[in-house]
């Protein structure tokens, strides 16, 4: 299992995505998952952006992607187990005077639940999470 964060989905979503990413994809065996967090900040990215068929049409590509996951049961949930694991991700990187985003703590704390790594191009904003990190522009 490897968790894809939001910046990876919305990559692949692009019209033209970057090759690293795609071929990174490519070499990927293991099943592709993505949290109720990203699902969350992608709707709410197509929501913040002004009316017109560019919004349309990326709309459409954002509900296609997140109900093949969804039909997979490959989104996952942030839920009391994950809860019990977000107070120690935020107080690591508060620690080392990194705070963390909450929906970031809250990704992170998702993968350790499940003990999977994570794919993101924001690998600074997990880094002391105890999450493995794979960026997959690299």
């Known amino acids: 299992m490897i968790i894809l964060d939001t910046n990876v989905l919305s990559e692949l979503m692009k019209p033209r995505p970057d090759k690293r990413c795609v071929d990174w994809l490519d070499t990927v065996v293991d099943e592709k998952w993505t949290t109720s967090i990203?699902?969350?900040e992608l709707m709410a990215g197509v929501?913040?952006?002004?009316?017109?068929?560019?919004?349309?049409?990326?709309?459409?590509?954002?509900?296609?992607?997140?109900?093949?996951?969804?039909?997979?049961g490959a989104v996952l949930d942030y839920d009391f187990i994950a809860a019990a694991e977000f107070g120690p991700v935020k107080a690591a990187r508060k620690?080392?005077?990194?705070?963390?985003?909450?929906?970031?703590?809250?990704?992170?704390?998702?993968?350790?639940?499940?003990?999977?790594?994570?794919?993101?191009?924001?690998?600074?904003?997990?880094?002391?999470?105890?999450?493995?990190l794979i960026n997959p522009w690299v």
């Open 38 to 40: 990203a699902a969350g």
């Open 47 to 72: 929501a913040l952006l002004p009316p017109g068929h560019k919004t349309e049409r990326l709309a459409a590509v954002v509900t296609a992607t997140l109900d093949e996951l969804l039909l997979r």
């Open 95 to 132: 620690a080392v005077g990194r705070p963390i985003q909450d929906a970031d703590a809250m990704i992170a704390a998702i993968c350790r639940t499940h003990n999977a790594p994570l794919a993101t191009r924001n690998v600074k904003d997990f880094e002391g999470t105890g999450v493995e």
